[in-house]
């Protein structure tokens, strides 16, 4: 399974961004797809995930600034931020589990590579 995740970048404090994931095949429909980020030396924590049905679960902090959702086109998972800090400085990873408890629980069957988000004043 092949995910590919795009939209990072550099950013001001404030703004937004658009993270993509893309899909394809949608993962088998029995997959849930979810977001998690890296920050330098650290792993990989847990940021929002969704099934294809549409069921979210996000990270308590992140919600009201983070919000995942299923993208326009069939295969697309799509992660918007706002009113980003520098704490949301890392690497941003979109993977795939068999459940979106697994998901949660980083209990991770495919990742795709990460695209790094740069937030500064």
């Known amino acids: 399974v092949q995910l590919q995740a795009s939209g990072g970048g550099p950013v001001q404090v404030g703004g937004s961004l658009r993270l993509s994931c893309s899909a394809p095949?949608?993962?088998?429909?029995?997959?849930?797809v979810g977001w998690f980020r890296q920050f330098p030396g650290k792993g990989r924590t847990f940021v929002a995930g969704?099934?294809?049905?549409?069921?979210?679960e996000s990270e308590d902090s992140l919600k009201g600034r983070f919000s995942v959702s299923l993208g326009g086109s069939e295969d697309e998972v799509v992660l918007e931020m706002k009113n980003l800090q520098p704490e949301d400085t890392a690497v941003y990873y979109c993977?795939?589990?068999?459940?979106?408890?697994?998901?949660?629980?980083?209990?991770?069957?495919?990742w795709g590579q990460g695209t790094q988000v740069t937030v500064s004043s």
């Open positions: 969704i099934t294809w049905h549409d069921i979210k």
């Open positions: 993977a795939s589990a068999p459940t979106l408890g697994g998901v949660r629980q980083g209990s991770i069957e495919h």
């Open positions: 095949g949608r993962v088998s429909r029995r997959y849930a």
